[in-house]
């Protein structure tokens, strides 16, 4: 009885810590002087890192995968939650017209297998928001 506690307790702790690093977002600052904006890290394991992006209707969104390693991808979530693009299923680049006012996030993350065996690759994201052309 005294181990089933023990392996409850550790797996609290495990769930727990997968939760906030899943649930850490990292909000993505365009430039003064335009609207681009670049960040880049390093994924590894089953961690998913996300960047929040403010997005306005009546704008372009684009966002633009690079890494080294082809077992990285990306998805966007609109405000809601629903994803509405994933790199793993579609080309590298994400090009959107917001349906609604809010905060998009965009999650980078590893193929299974390779999350699985706690592989780690750097990545970097292209960030661009543009008016849409009236008429």
Known sequence: M????????AATLLLGHA?????????VHFR???EEA???????GEEVVQYKV???VGQFLLVGGHAKSARVSFWV?????AE??????QNAAYIG?????GTYVVGVFLRKADAARGQAAFFRLRFSRRLLPEG
């Open 32 to 34: 003064t002087q335009g």
């Open 84 to 89: 509405v693009y994933n790199s793993k299923v």
């Open 54 to 56: 403010p997005a306005k």
């Open 38 to 44: 670049t960040v880049a890290g390093t994924v590894e």
């Open 97 to 101: 017209r917001p349906e609604q006012d």
């Open 77 to 81: 979530r609109d405000p809601g939650g």
């Open 19 to 27: 939760g906030y690093a899943q649930a850490h977002q990292r909000t």
């Open 2 to 9: 005294r181990r089933m506690g023990g392996v409850l307790v």
